[in-house]
């Protein structure tokens, strides 16, 4: 099997010929698309683990602490040590809440993540599926989750939660649409939905430098509206501690309880992800301009690093901004959406309609 | 394979269309509505109608169901029961029902469906997109300006509803 670190569609495809090979085609697919899943599970639970230690940490940076260090070196087993606590915690349920409600609701609030992290490109020839309509289907997806938090608030029978699960879901819907629009800037520029092709069409240059003005804006305002639509810090009013305890997910302990914080983290990673290949050319290198030997030097590292790369620049931004910025109120959080972003945005989409009609980028 | 997945999906949507009306929660009927509606999509993907299964997510799980959780949330207490219904209503739904399945079934079977495997049809997404707002033949740009004007309506409708009166 002949195996290169800069191009996977080879090694996919000879493992997909060995499968159908040994068994019948059919069950060759079925097994192949096992594999498929349980990968994504196993990165699924590693990319939870890291992100809570690596969430700790940055904390710790900005608040001059060291952050966990006791166990294991410098810390690292620190979240294995949490989640063998959260499972053997008591699972609680409150008096008179709707309980197969209670119990689906952290289901419904995973299953949007696990989707969407499907259509992710990797690298080149390493995404799971590719549909013609990519980004439109994670939009799609994602748009699931919230139903589940407003099913935990109501379910638990308990006022706290009822107001964050209000909030999380106004917040949410409103601010899916300002992500959307953003997200449109650059397919206006790239001309197609699908992630592949959105990935080759920046070869010669990222679409945050090619689409410059409007495409910064796009950018800008992604990143704001994705960090309120995770309801993360300094969005995370519905689940202020101090007048609304944990918001939604009040009323959840142990395991189901680790699923909604499963939830946020790769829900994060989706985000940087997303931004990462809309706006940073997902695996492709830095290219400059024909700069022959720093193109070629750039190329020398494998599509994967450079993934994660800007994956873990864009989380480590989203960490930043929680850990900085005071919280928002609800009102202002809602007036920042739709008197400011939503407009901006349109004008913005209009202004990146005019850029690629008159060949203004680059 | 593809068969197995049809057999699948239809048993859900009938087993939790039944539920959904037959439950004494509000909440859980729209939790069985939600699953009917994601086994919907599901069979636009088995057909490989992409966008379709995508504008169904959005539109229908993403939009309206959440409208719906809304507006129970709003109004509703997590341990109220939907009172049962009386022997009367239980009898006419089901004539009702019985009489709109006749209706749909004796269609189905009267309509000579021809079976053609050479047809191919083209659901890409810059297909959809050109059709959407070419104007020549099999274009849809009248259709689209008709419901942007009405969706344009709609929204300075709910924005004039909702919008307080000034105190003088």
Redesign the interface.
């Known amino acids: 099997m002949g195996f290169s670190i800069y191009d996977f569609s080879d090694f996919i495809n000879n493992i997909h010929a060995f499968l159908s090979e040994t068994f019948s085609p059919v069950a060759g697919n079925i097994i192949g698309m096992v594999i498929v899943a349980a990968c994504f599970l196993g990165f699924i639970a590693l990319l939870g683990l890291s992100l809570v230690y690596i969430e700790r940490k940055v904390c710790a940076l900005f608040q001059q602490r060291l952050g966990p260090m006791r166990v294991g070196k410098w810390g690292t087993a620190q979240t294995v040590a949490d989640i063998i606590k959260l499972i053997f915690k008591e699972p609680l349920m409150t008096k008179d809440s709707d309980k197969f409600l209670f119990n689906l609701a952290p289901f419904i609030v995973m299953i949007a993540p696990v989707m969407a992290i499907s259509l992710i490109p990797f690298s080149k020839g390493l995404q799971a599926v590719d549909f013609d309509i990519g980004i439109f289907y994670i939009v799609a997806v994602s748009s699931i989750g919230v139903t589940g938090i407003l099913l935990a608030g109501w379910s638990s029978n308990n006022k706290y939660s009822l107001i964050g699960a209000m909030r999380s879901g106004a917040q949410i819907v409103s601010y899916e649409l300002s992500v959307i629009l953003s997200l449109l800037t650059i397919v206006v520029l790239s001309g197609s939905l699908q992630l592949s092709v959105i990935v080759e069409s920046q070869r010669e240059g990222w679409w945050i430098f090619r689409g410059h003005i409007p495409a910064i804006i796009a950018f800008i305002i992604f990143i704001v509206a994705s960090t309120a639509e995770s309801n993360r810090g300094p969005f995370d009013m519905a689940e202020a501690e101090s007048e609304l305890t944990a918001g939604f997910h009040t009323e959840y302990s142990g395991i189901k309880f680790a699923y909604f914080f499963l939830a946020e983290y790769v829900n994060m990673f989706i985000i940087a992800a997303v931004g990462a290949t809309i706006f940073f050319g997902g695996w492709m290198p830095l290219h400059i301009g024909n700069i022959e030997f720093f193109n070629n030097a750039m190329d020398l590292i494998p599509p994967v690093i450079w993934f994660f790369m800007k994956v873990s620049a864009i989380i480590f931004l989203l960490m930043w901004f929680k850990w900085t910025f005071p919280r928002l109120r609800i009102d202002q959080m809602l007036t920042l959406e739709w008197k400011y972003l939503l407009p901006l945005n349109i004008m913005n989409i209009l202004l990146m309609s005019i850029v690629v009609l008159t060949d203004f980028h680059f | ?1 593809e068969q197995i997945v049809f057999y699948i999906l239809a048993s859900m949507i009938v087993i939790f269309s039944v539920l959904t009306v037959t439950t004494r ?1 509000i ?2 009927a729209a ?1 069985y509505l ?1 699953t009917v509606l ?1 086994a919907t999509a599901g069979f636009f993907f088995l057909l490989n109608f ?2 379709l299964a ?2 169904q ?2 539109v229908y ?3 309206i ?2 409208l719906i ?2 507006s ?3 109004t509703s207490h ?2 109220e029961r939907l009172e049962a219904t009386g022997n009367r209503k239980k009898f006419f739904s089901f004539v009702a029902v019985l009489a709109g399945a006749l209706i749909c079934i004796s269609t189905i079977l009267d309509y000579g469906f021809k079976e053609k495997s050479d047809i191919e049809i083209n659901t ?3 297909k959809i997109g050109t059709d959407l707002l070419s104007y020549g033949d099999g274009g849809f740009v009248l259709p689209f300006e008709v419901i942007s004007i009405l969706l344009l309506a709609a929204m300075i409708g709910a924005i004039v509803l909702a919008k307080r009166e000034t105190q003088n």
């Open positions: 394979m929660k909440l859980r939790v939600l994601l992409n966008f995508a504008v997510l959005t799980a993403g939009g169901v959440v959780i809304f129970i949330m709003l997590v341990n890409s997404m810059s």
